[in-house]
């Protein structure tokens, strides 16, 4: 299934995207798409239902904003330098073990959201990611299957970061990455049943219709269930929280000077195979 939810922020109402590309309405069978939900295998298995039976109201997407596909999250935990090819252009040797740090909940915005360079930023860089939510609490895991089975779906993210913030400024990451709206997120949650191989995915990224990143979830240095097993070992894992996985090469921070990091007025747009897309604008903050 892919979930999602509409309208204004704060006020988004819970959807689903159907087979034949109309928006259907869950209202009627859900308060929204969150960890709650996806927690609740009969309330899920209701969704299927519903909307194999063709009975789910369709709704008018013309002017409807997209927010994020889950409501409420908990956490967002991200994995750093999680691809060959980005820790080769960033010059860093492949870690040991993953890189983990946190994005602050409220980062989260929708997939087409105005994303705001912060005041006094010279290097705002963008990164797509494939975001994990899970849907089973998760606590030391012992192995990839245990791992996967607590993998509610996928979805588009843009780990959004200030350079000069995370790298200059002293401390840890932190600083360069929960900026107000340095987290994109959608459109779609697309359940794990329809992602049979998460390592079997093409990531994209434009900014003004340029291609910057054009990578592939083969590349990852930890791989998905590796990566969900590994942070149950370190903080429970809750349903509707995210881990953003890393991001390909070809990051403003990884090309020759002048490097060309985002600006107000630029546009960033990506997308991953099966997951949707994303178009942000971006403006001063």
Not at 15 to 21: C, K, P, Q, V
Not at 210 to 225: C, M, N, R, Y
Not at 266 to 279: N, S, T
């Amino acid at each position: 299934m892919k979930l999602l939810r509409v309208g204004p922020p704060g006020a988004e109402r819970p959807a689903l995207l159907d087979r034949d590309g109309v928006l259907r309405d869950l209202s009627a069978l859900v308060d929204d798409i969150d960890g709650s939900l996806l927690a609740d295998a009969s309330a899920l298995e209701r969704i299927r239902g519903a909307a194999g039976a063709g009975v789910l109201p369709a709704l008018d997407a013309t002017g409807l904003r997209v927010g994020p596909p889950v409501g409420r999250i908990g956490k967002v935990v991200c994995i750093g330098l999680n691809y060959h090819g980005h820790a080769a252009e960033t010059g860093q040797a492949a870690p040991a073990e993953p890189v983990v740090f946190l994005k602050a909940s409220d980062t989260v915005v929708g997939p087409d959201d105005t994303v705001l360079v912060p005041r006094g930023s010279v290097k705002t860089d963008w990164e797509v990611e494939l975001a994990i939510v899970i849907g089973r609490t998760a606590r030391y895991l012992e192995t990839d299957e245990e791992a996967l089975a607590h993998v509610a779906g996928y979805a588009v993210a843009h780990d959004v970061s200030e350079r000069e913030f995370q790298i200059e400024r002293g401390g840890t990451w932190d600083k360069g990455k929960n900026c107000e709206t340095f987290n994109p997120f959608g459109p779609w949650l697309v359940t794990a049943d329809e992602v049979p191989d998460p390592q079997a995915l093409g990531l994209r990224l434009w900014v003004n219709g340029e291609l910057k990143q054009d990578g592939h979830t083969s590349d990852q240095i930890f791989p998905v269930a590796e990566v969900v097993r590994y942070v149950s070992r370190f903080m429970t894992l809750y349903p509707g929280d995210v881990i953003n996985t890393g991001t390909p090469a070809g990051v403003a921070m990884g090309q020759p000077e002048p490097k060309p990091y985002l600006r107000p007025g630029d546009v960033v747009e990506l997308e991953i195979d099966g997951l949707g897309r994303q178009r942000q604008e971006l403006k001063g903050a």
